[in-house]
């Protein structure tokens, strides 16, 4: 099974009061779950209205927003195609 978390915090939760600071990962990155372990770093250059995946080392591999803009503007062209087609009265 795979799966894709989307999450845009870039740090962790701080949970107060306690005698000691405890820090929940929001980044969901940590391999320590779920306590945050300084792999939220790797977020550091990551771009607004980008999305990133990351394989199981924790390893950013691929950008695909600008690929699923493009789909998506394609998918809305055939749409408006389709809106335009005017079905024969004979099938009707
Ligand atoms: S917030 Fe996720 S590792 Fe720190």
Redesign the pocket.
């Known amino acids: 099974m795979a799966r894709v978390v989307i999450k845009e915090?870039k740090?962790?939760m701080e949970l107060k009061p306690q005698k000691k600071s405890v820090?929940i990962?929001?980044?969901?990155?940590?391999k320590n779950q779920p306590f945050?372990?300084?792999?939220?770093l790797k977020t550091k250059d990551e771009k607004k209205g980008e999305v990133y995946r990351y394989n199981e080392k924790g390893k950013k591999w691929i950008v695909v927003m600008k690929k699923i803009h493009a789909a998506v503007k394609k998918a809305k062209s055939v749409v408006a195609k389709i809106n335009k087609y005017k079905i024969p009265s004979k099938l009707l």
Do not use: E
Request: some cysteine; glycine content about 20%.
């Open positions: 915090a740090g962790p820090f990962c929001m980044c969901g990155l940590s945050c372990d300084g792999s939220h």
